[in-house]
């Protein structure tokens, strides 16, 4: 759609001279803030909050989203992932105007671990002035990890530092907020926050095929897997039981399904099958939305030990009684 130009009119010379404003600069056309594959090895974990009041829904009136959230969160999986270094790239050109660094990576899971970050609550970060009164500002990124420095002028994709999980931070992301002047606009409708409706608009501000890639969905399985104990959201946070292969001498054999943004109502079901069919199996139907959920079912070990063969741990939701996600994991025991 056509921008107005607007008008100013003059009396000069006894005679009204109208001059033609200049029209305020495009927005900026944002990249991906992180170097990874949504959907693959990154997630959105939530979005700007929609609503003006004291509820919280994102632009599509899902629930990925809390209360006065600013900005777009895109997680990755793990703290081992954040170790192993993944790239937070400048989401449009423009100026460093503000860089913080020195904040160690901790989750803050804890009241005592949330109060000790007041005030620094982004952690370590970037922000980026685009010209027309727009900024980008990236936070939670890795300590010590920051490639930029006041002044720089950066280019689209270009390298600002690392994922991290630094200040107030429950997963290791990198949380991006786009302002205009004071105001919080929210990249997938271009409208301040708490002023959209549902669904995109034309004003979103991510470039097309970042839009498509970052396409809403319906929660995501982030792993499966197994563990010779019962796991703890903590551990699996840290990738402690990622990849593990069970041994024939385990006492305990857990299957665990780990997902996020999952709506209240589903069912969540994990089930562990072996050579000789089904060992154990855990269902929960959710009295609410759940940012992360974790579920196991596990088996101790029969006296005769581990048939040897090919065991498989299964991890499914369904929403309204159909299957909306599912993922599963084979292994052999010798």
Known sequence: MARTIPLMVMALCGQFLIMAMPARAAPPTLRLPISCTPGS?????QYVDADAGPGARDYTCGAQ??????????????????????AVLAAAPGTVVAVRDGEPDRLARS???????????????????????????????RQGSLAVAMGDAVVSGERLGEVGYSGLAA????????????????????????????????????ASDVLQALAYRAGAVLD???APEAPEMAGIEEARHAGEVPASDWPVLVAWGWAINLEKG????VSLAGPDGVLAENRARLDRHKAQYLLYAGKRRPAAGWTPGRYVASFAILRDGKPVLSAERPVEIK
Not at 176 to 182: A, L, P
């Open 266 to 269: 589903d069912e969540v079901a």
């Open 171 to 206: 997963f290791a992301h990198v949380h991006i907020t786009v302002r205009r002047g004071k105001q919080v606009i929210d990249p997938f409708t271009g409208v301040a926050m708490g002023k959209a409706g549902c669904g995109v608009s034309d004003g979103a501000l991510w």
């Open 111 to 141: 009241d005592a671990e949330r109060k000790a970050v007041a005030r620094r609550e982004c952690g370590n970060g970037v922000v980026i002035d685009h010209g027309d009164g727009w900024q980008t500002q990236y936070c939670h990124m």
């Open 41 to 45: 090895d990154c997630f959105i974990q």
């Open 224 to 226: 499966v897997g197994f």
């Open 65 to 86: 989203t809390y209360d006065g959230h600013q900005g777009t969160d895109i997680r990755i999986r793990t703290t081992r992932d954040a170790e192993r270094g993944v």
